[in-house]
């Protein structure tokens, strides 16, 4: 990825957070992109294309919700929650709510979507068990890290870093020209570079 592309997606990330924030502290208002652009004092043209383009972004996965033309409103819907993201060594997941009438929810390994032990995600409730509920990832909102200790384990033409903490609830891949001299069962540090929608592992 170029230095150009990390920046936008750096500043897309910071900005659709504060959004978020100002939606959260004005949980019953409506605002319209004008009103959400002087919020968070932006007033260069082409960041506030980018708001807008946040803004049905936050819309289409009902973060938001649409309130009028260029209207929104904080989506209330007690289905969708963010919360830090817990793993076991099962690689299931769970939230923890916070609340002492509400069971922490248990998040099934099919339906963790990339999601790593410690990291803030958006998930909706899809049942209500008889023991605890249940939920999806929908969304990482914000990775805890990218960086994690582990023992090298060779193939024929790839390794994997197998994590010493067994709840971060994934191995990660790694090219063969990118070990760097690492061998098999030896300790290192790996780094978390990239994770496509159709593989396993990062």
């Given at each position: 990825m170029s230095k150009r592309k990390k920046s936008n997606k750096k500043l897309t990330h910071s900005l659709a957070h504060i959004i978020r924030k100002v939606f959260k502290e004005n949980p019953d208002s409506t605002l319209n992109h004008k009103q959400v652009c002087a919020m968070i004092n932006v007033k260069e043209s082409a960041i506030r294309k980018l708001v807008y383009s946040i803004l049905e972004d936050l819309s289409k996965k009902e973060i938001l919700k649409k309130?009028?033309?260029n209207i929104y409103q904080l989506n209330h819907n007690e289905s969708f929650l963010e919360r830090i993201i817990q793993?076991?060594?099962r690689?299931?997941?769970?939230?923890?709510?916070?609340d002492p009438e509400v069971e922490d929810i248990f998040i099934p390994p099919h339906s963790i979507n990339q999601a790593i032990g410690g990291d803030?995600?958006?998930i909706?409730?899809?049942?209500?068990g008889k023991k605890r509920p249940e939920g999806v990832v929908l969304e990482v909102i914000e990775r805890e890290r990218s960086q994690f200790v582990g023992t090298i384990q060779m193939h024929d033409n790839y390794a994997f870093l197998i994590p010493d903490n067994p709840r971060v609830g994934t191995d990660i891949f790694i090219q063969k020209e990118k070990l760097k001299g690492a061998k098999e069962g030896d300790k290192a540090i790996a780094e978390i570079t990239?994770?496509?929608?159709?593989?396993q592992s990062p």
């Amino acid at each position: 990825m170029s230095k150009r592309k990390k920046s936008n997606k750096k500043l897309t990330h910071s900005l659709a957070h504060i959004i978020r924030k100002v939606f959260k502290e004005n949980p019953d208002s409506t605002l319209n992109h004008k009103q959400v652009c002087a919020m968070i004092n932006v007033k260069e043209s082409a960041i506030r294309k980018l708001v807008y383009s946040i803004l049905e972004d936050l819309s289409k996965k009902e973060i938001l919700k649409k309130a009028g033309y260029n209207i929104y409103q904080l989506n209330h819907n007690e289905s969708f929650l963010e919360r830090i993201i817990q793993m076991t060594a099962r690689k299931a997941g769970f939230v923890v709510v916070n609340d002492p009438e509400v069971e922490d929810i248990f998040i099934p390994p099919h339906s963790i979507n990339q999601a790593i032990g410690g990291d803030l995600v958006k998930i909706q409730i899809t049942k209500q068990g008889k023991k605890r509920p249940e939920g999806v990832v929908l969304e990482v909102i914000e990775r805890e890290r990218s960086q994690f200790v582990g023992t090298i384990q060779m193939h024929d033409n790839y390794a994997f870093l197998i994590p010493d903490n067994p709840r971060v609830g994934t191995d990660i891949f790694i090219q063969k020209e990118k070990l760097k001299g690492a061998k098999e069962g030896d300790k290192a540090i790996a780094e978390i570079t990239v994770w496509p929608k159709s593989a396993q592992s990062p």
